[in-house]
DNA sequence: ATCATCTATGCAACCGATTGCGTTGATATT
DNA sequence: AATATCAACGCAATCGGTTGCATAGATGAT
């Protein structure tokens, strides 16, 4: 069996206690009995069992990560990873552990996710918007948590770190009347998402006065994309650059309208959300609403640790964006 | 405070370690009996805490998963957040949970990850092949672990799970030379990777006789791979055909060719390694071989289990290609 | 009727830390 | 010199389960 602080109190002379303390630096212990523990340690390879320490100090030191992953596709979400790995870097730092956790599917029960918190696994969740609405977070009571993402619904005065979608698509729509784009359109996403509903409202916002505002809702593939692309330019007034939801919406979009003969940027811009690394590779590039994704993860982890930590009441906060000016949209 | 088992006996009229037979359906206990304590858990709405379980068993519950991705983009990777999607699926499955662990950006110390397996945070760990070759498996004994992807060096009778590469690479090859395509070409990788090792070993042994195997390494940019296919074709003897490495290596050979003027695929055919989601909506769409990553992942966490009951000695587990045919490659 | 078996449950040690309280000796205060 | 203060460390309870051993009662065998 592997050495316990009791083993080091032995070998060192003192007190289990002793040893404790100097593992974690609370009380006064002279110089000379550090050493001495300091050495039983090493000639013991002592290592800390977290699992006692957690039963003893009420902390897990570790956090949960959830995500709603339909498939694996979907897992693979850039969006999420890229926050996931900032998640990562701060929990480190912090010496917290992450636990990732799928709340999609779940065997029948999403109840594993709550026994995260109620079995105390976990000191602190960070939460996708979806989950919110759940019965889950009736029981969170003031157990620490943050939602990585705006809710659409459910409780006010719950903790959130999004980025300003409303901001990013009226960045969009300013960036195209620059480039003498006039008859704009929205495309890709589904209504029924909160940030698509926020995206919209700020793209809506952003129009000229007078201009109306023409939106594609699609079921989400990048077949779709194009099919209700082609389907927007074939009515009386076709717009001439397209607000694209997500990249698979851009990828659609872009490969349909340049088969059906249409020129981009020339005759028509694109722009789209998030600056998916690809994007900077398709013929034409795609300029990009760029949302800090590393940002978003770091920003989320560190709101998370100040609510463990009670130092903090909730907050929301909103990341701005920025625009990556790439080809398909350039006519000036 | 939460309910603990010593308040549900306590309402139950029991002993604690009753309680404690039921919950993990041990011994036998009398119908009777199992229903006062399930009423009193029920009344107590009472959780487990794992943390207790966890030092009295000296099980963690947790297995860790490693990776070493040096950056946001990395980390992105769609190849590891698969798997780790199947991961996560099949240790929920058997009621574990899944810590992540990044090795590369560790504060200075790759200890942290040794940490999780000495400081029994975890029952077993799921390592990148980057890091067998480090101290780290030394201290490794018989605890349990599995290395995702084929590790190129390391002590002998380590358990891995990997994708076949060398078939994959022949398959690839059998393919070029059935659509007519004669003059073959590898390119992108970094010829350090034993992965790419592999490819290139799989890819030259299936080539016909008297073929000169040209093999061109990039810096895994997709603008590398653009100029090296670019100065492929200005040789005497120019391929008709690339099997990329991966798909920054395809999208930027595929982009380069075609902006220089080439046909893709009448003059050119072209392969990819992983069938990235994009890579069937590239223009051409991408023939690739295709990476069960989803497999990958479930066939290593299963193993791990296996190894974590001790139910299996170490073994290494190849899985086999698939090829998807687009029209990138389509001659015939 | 006696003894072996078995079922159902209690008892208490243990897993490996943390921590409030108490004690001891040394230094500072007046 | 007597007392207050404080640094340094020991003691033992505690965190919430698990589990080997013991035991009482019920059942079965001979």
Redesign the pocket.
């Given at each position: 069996?592997?050495?316990?602080?009791?083993?080091?109190?032995k070998l060192a002379?003192?007190?289990?206690?002793?040893?404790?303390?100097v593992?974690?630096g609370?009380?006064?212990?002279?110089?000379?009995?550090?050493e001495k523990i300091y050495a039983a340690m090493q000639q013991l390879d002592?290592?800390?069992?977290?699992?006692?320490?957690s039963?003893?100090?009420?902390l897990s030191g570790a956090i949960g990560v959830v995500m709603d992953a339909q498939d694996a596709n979907a897992f693979s979400n850039e969006y999420f990873s890229r926050s996931l790995f900032a998640i990562e870097q701060v929990a480190q730092a912090m010496g917290y552990n992450v636990i990732i956790a799928n709340s999609a599917k779940r065997a029948a029960n999403s109840a594993s996710i709550e026994d995260l918190m109620l079995e105390?696994k976990v000191d602190g969740l960070i939460l996708p918007p979806s989950t919110v609405k759940l019965a889950l977070l009736k029981k969170v009571g003031d157990f620490p948590y943050v939602v990585l993402g705006q809710p659409d619904i459910g409780k006010q005065g719950a903790s959130w770190v999004d980025v300003n979608n409303e901001q990013g698509a009226a960045l969009a729509v300013e960036h195209f009347y620059a480039q003498g784009y006039k008859h704009l359109a929205y495309i890709g996403g589904d209504e029924s998402a909160g940030f698509v509903k926020r995206r919209i409202k700020g793209y809506r916002g952003a129009l000229n006065a007078g201009s109306v505002a023409m939106v594609h809702f699609t079921d989400g593939t990048t077949e779709d994309a194009g099919y209700v692309a082609l389907e927007a330019m074939n009515t009386p007034e076709p717009p001439d650059a397209f607000l694209c939801n997500d990249n698979l919406t851009a990828f659609g979009a872009l490969k349909a309208l340049k088969a059906a003969g249409w020129r981009v940027p020339e005759q028509i811009g694109l722009v789209v959300f998030d600056n998916y690394p690809l994007a900077a590779y398709t013929d034409p590039p795609l300029t990009a609403v760029n949302v800090d994704t590393a940002m978003l993860g770091e920003e989320t982890a560190r709101l998370l640790f100040q609510r463990i930590e009670r130092r903090v009441t909730n907050r929301q906060t909103m990341l701005c964006t920025s625009l990556i000016e790439r080809e398909s949209s350039r006519r000036m």
């Open positions: 069996m592997a050495a316990t602080i009791h083993d080091v109190a002379g003192v007190n289990p206690s002793t040893v404790s303390r593992l974690n609370k009380a006064s212990i002279s110089e000379e009995t550090k002592y290592h800390m069992n977290s699992v006692a320490r039963l003893a100090s009420g105390r």
